[in-house]
């Protein structure tokens, strides 16, 4: 599988010559992160299926243009993200209405939970409570800090890797990284605990 | 502290554990008098972890077979894009197209054309290079023909000449 740099360098040149195996083999090698990434920027897991098949399907009709100065990963999970971007503004013109609107129609105390149908049984409510918070609060992150977020935690990229990604400086990287988790912590200060006066906070 | 925020960005990367050198020591020294910081990297720090914790729904082994089945299903047309040389490849061989057309048309002023005249009659194949001209036929008056790459499976037609009126020797 494409284990290496070399490997995988090879399979790109296959599936340029239209080997339907290496395609196959790229689409196994990089779905799971694809897919991580899609989701944490939809937070729908049918969404995010879908928009994995799709940025597939554009990889490679454009793999020409595949020059090779970022890995293929970075390469395909920014077409991940442009496609789930347009899929989320898609979404807003289908529904008529702002996700955030959306969310506020959820009820008065802003935290009613819809249970979604690949909950897993076993989750506390209180879990799932949170995860559901998390969802809304990513919905709500500003469209750049959102795409930071989910490449980081969702493709597992590097800083660098992120920055060649989007095209921008590494300090933007992390500048939009903190702004994002602070974003967060506001929106999920019912569930986490995180007094620096009860913690170590200084550094080693 | 009123330089709190030139280190914002240095508390996600502290809290990533990616933050190195002099970058990080001017971090930590600004921590030992920030209390506001100390509680800004606490934050960071657990809204990574939940984030690293978080359940992502799990996809099945069989949708993924799916998937790929329905990305398969747009691959033959991609299979031939694939395949198709750009432009430029094109008329890399148009020089030697044109010169095997040229030298068949100087064969045939001197030999005169195909004595079979009376219906579609002759076909001549001329190599020149990977390039050969194909399918020229020749009537009384008019002559045509196609020029196409050769060593390819799919043989592009490059060039298909119409020689109107007269300009067949006789």
């Known amino acids: 599988m494409a284990g290496n740099a070399d490997e995988e360098s090879q399979l790109i040149g296959r599936a340029r010559g239209g080997d339907r195996e290496a395609f196959r083999l790229l689409h196994e090698a990089h779905r799971e992160a694809a897919y991580r990434v899609a989701w944490r920027l939809l937070g729908n897991r049918e969404d995010a299926l879908d928009v994995v098949q799709d940025a597939f399907v554009r990889a490679f009709e454009n793999l020409s243009s595949f020059a090779g100065q970022s890995s293929f990963r970075s390469w395909l999970l920014r077409i991940v993200n442009n496609r ?5 503004r898609a979404r807003r013109l289908r529904k008529g209405v702002s996700l955030s609107t959306a969310d506020e129609e959820q009820g008065p105390g802003g935290n009613r939970r819809v249970p979604a149908v690949d909950d897993p049984p076993d989750r506390s409510l209180q879990q799932q409570e949170l995860e559901e918070a998390l969802r809304r609060a990513m919905d709500r992150l500003p469209e750049e800090s959102r795409s930071v977020l989910a490449l980081y935690a969702g493709g597992q990229m590097s800083y660098r890797e992120i920055a060649d990604s989007l095209g921008i400086p590494i300090g933007t990287v992390m500048s939009r990284l903190y702004h994002a988790r602070r974003r967060l912590r506001e929106a999920l200060k019912p569930w986490l605990d995180t007094d620096a006066s009860r913690q170590d906070e200084t550094m080693p | 502290m009123s330089d709190c925020p030139k280190f914002e960005p240095l508390l996600a990367a502290q809290a990533d554990g990616v933050l190195v050198g002099s970058e990080r020591e001017m971090l930590a020294a600004h921590l030992e008098s920030c209390p506001s910081c100390r509680q800004r990297l606490a934050d960071q720090r657990a809204v990574g972890a939940l984030l690293r914790t ?22 033959p047309a991609l299979g031939a894009a694939a395949r198709q040389r750009p432009a430029v490849h094109r008329l890399y061989w148009l020089p030697a197209a044109g010169a095997a057309a040229v030298v068949i048309g100087v064969v045939w002023w001197f030999s005169g054309p195909p004595s079979s005249v009376d219906s579609a009659s002759a076909i001549v194949l001329a190599k020149a290079g990977e390039a050969r001209i194909e399918e020229l036929t020749v009537d009384d008056d008019s002559a045509t023909g ?6 390819s499976d799919y043989a592009p037609v490059i060039w298909i000449a119409d020689s109107p009126d007269k300009e067949v020797p006789s």
Do not use: H
């Open chain 1, 84 to 88: 789930a971007i347009d899929w989320r």
């Open chain 2, 54 to 75: 978080q359940a992502v729904p799990q996809v099945s082994d069989q949708e993924w077979v799916t998937q790929w089945e329905r990305i398969a299903r747009s691959l």
């Open chain 2, 146 to 151: 196609m020029i196409v790459l050769t060593g």
